[in-house]
């Protein structure tokens, strides 16, 4: 990144009546991580820009410099009124976009982050774009018409650019390939970009077709109305401008979501959000745009990862043979400044205690604005909170059972990461809320049969780690127990039939959000 920005400063230097290099300097500050820096550049760009360019920049900027890493609660609370205030100014005014893909180079992924329901912010977001861009909102002639079903299955089509190595293709490869190898639909598979697993592929050719969608947002909208689909399902639609705008056009007579990215899209052209009753409270409707649907199972199907045969050598992996160590093995911008509290109330109560976090080498600014946030939040006891690079597979499964005990952090869980974790049969600590995106590892826990092992408040929450943490016996009996409930976590093939039924009932119109 900084051969980039130095690159772009100079344009900027060359050029200093332009706004394209600035402007580009503030999408650099964003991928680095330091949203100041962003904030920064798209002011200079946009005391630079005409009248035509301001109202792309606005947006760009409004997406590009949420926080990351927030310094506080306070500060967070600060950002997102701000991006609240900003959204409204131009869903008053929308400016023309010719082209979404060009004109918007992210979506504001990090949004879901903070902690609060997005339904609102998301709603008013969709409707920002389509304003700006009605051809967004095309509907296909075929949409219009839904066809008789009798005597046939249910054409439906999967939507993705994420089912390979992605993490939404850990939950729903060998998931949609299930669907798909029921023969209870007539499947067609599209998908943007390269990560497709081939054993997916081959089955979607067999069973009615794969289509590699794009590069357009019109070509995709051609290719895929032409299958004259009954319903048309995304993995996700958030993690990329390309589906999110894509989701925009009905495009079947039926169109619904999964929680490849766990939050509301706010795009009114998904009818339905498909969720399940352990990871989604009976009253969460509140949370989305769509109608929730709540499965009896996790609509996943994830593979365990196999156990090694040797026992971690805590040593050679850099532990202090002496600490107790609490891992909390999630990526950095899921520590909400709210979870500072738990992390200083564990240390406060256990003084051979040590938190161990993991960088993520593509942003080294993340661990510096947490270092210094620590700082604030647990004063002298952030000396025992350590920094770890990303580890491949083998040596994070061993950190996994190395450690003492495993922190799920509030607000935002665990998805595959918890998956993995639970594989290895280590306890996890988790603290659930109200939203579905800080259930996740609850809901799996739930599903599994062991309840008891979710914490009911913060002070449990710490209550919990500590005695995992000093309890080797305690360890051992909930790992047993774990271990013994891997057939309700993984490869859950009877998570496959819930969904087949309601795509059937929902198609043939006799379906109720539930």
């Known amino acids: 990144a900084a051969p980039a920005r130095h ?7 060359l050029a200093p009546t332009a706004a394209l290099p600035e402007e580009m300097l503030g999408f650099c500050g964003y991928v680095c991580g330091d949203i100041d820096r962003a904030q920064a550049a798209y002011a200079r760009a946009l005391a630079l820009a005409d009248a035509g360019e301001r109202g792309v920049l606005e947006i760009n900027r409004l997406i590009n410099t949420l926080p990351q890493i927030a310094p506080s609660a306070a500060a967070l609370a600060t950002a997102r009124a701000a991006f609240a205030a900003g959204l409204a100014r131009l869903v008053a005014a929308p400016p023309p976009i010719d082209d979404p893909l060009a004109a918007i180079n992210r979506t504001p992924f990090f949004l879901t982050y903070q902690g609060f ?7 008013a977001l969709a409707r920002l774009f389509l304003a700006a861009c009605p051809a967004l909102g095309e509907v296909a002639p075929q949409a219009r018409r839904p066809r008789p079903l009798a005597g046939r299955r249910p054409r439906v089509g999967f939507v993705s650019m994420h089912l390979g190595r992605h993490s939404v293709g850990v939950w729903y490869r060998a998931y949609v390939r299930a669907l798909i190898e029921s023969g209870r639909l007539e499947a067609v598979l599209f998908t943007y970009g390269a990560d497709v697993d081939p054993a997916l592929a081959a089955a979607a050719e067999r069973a009615g077709g794969h289509e590699h969608i794009g590069p357009t947002l019109a070509q ?9 689909l009954d319903m048309l399902i995304y993995t996700d639609v958030a993690m990329h401008p390309f589906p999110y705008f894509l989701s925009m056009s009905r495009l079947a007579p039926v ?6 990215h766990p939050a509301t899209s706010g795009v009114p052209a998904i009818d339905y959000f498909i969720s399940n009753v ?5 009253d969460a409707q509140a949370h989305y745009t769509e109608r929730l649907v709540r499965l009896p199972l996790i609509p996943v199907w994830v593979e365990p990862t196999p156990l090694p045969a040797r026992p971690p050598d805590r040593a050679a992996l850099g532990l202090g043979t002496e600490a107790r160590i609490y891992l909390c093995p999630m990526m950095l911008q899921k520590l909400h400044p709210d979870f500072d509290a738990a992390l200083r109330d564990i240390l406060a109560g256990d003084d051979a205690g040590e938190i161990v976090l993991f960088a993520d080498p593509a942003r080294a600014l ?3 604005q947490l270092e210094a946030r620590f700082e604030r939040s647990l004063g002298a006891l952030a000396a025992r909170v350590t920094f770890r690079p990303f580890a491949a597979r083998e040596e994070f499964v061993d950190l996994l059972r190395a450690a003492d005990c495993v922190l799920d952090p509030y607000h935002f869980s665990g998805g595959v990461t918890t998956y993995i974790v639970l594989s290895q049969g280590c306890p996890l600590v988790t603290l659930p809320g109200a939203l579905f995106r800080s259930r996740m590892s609850a809901g799996m826990l739930e599903q599994a049969g062991l309840g008891d092992m979710v914490a009911r408040s913060h002070a449990h929450y710490v209550e919990l780690a500590h005695a995992l943490a000093r309890d080797a016996g305690l360890r051992r009996a909930w790992s047993a127990r774990i271990l013994a409930a891997h057939p309700r976590l993984f490869a859950t093939a009877a998570a496959v039939p819930p969904l087949l039924d309601w795509i059937e009932a929902t198609v043939r119109g006799q379906a109720v959000a539930s």
């Open 220 to 228: 995709a909208r051609q290719c895929i109305a032409a299958r004259a």
């Open 366 to 368: 993340w661990q510096e």
């Open 278 to 282: 352990h990871q989604d409270a009976a």
């Open 255 to 260: 169109q619904a979501l999964l929680v490849g």
């Open 7 to 13: 690159c772009l400063e100079l344009a900027a230097r």
């Open 117 to 123: 329901c997005d339904r609102d912010l998301s709603a």
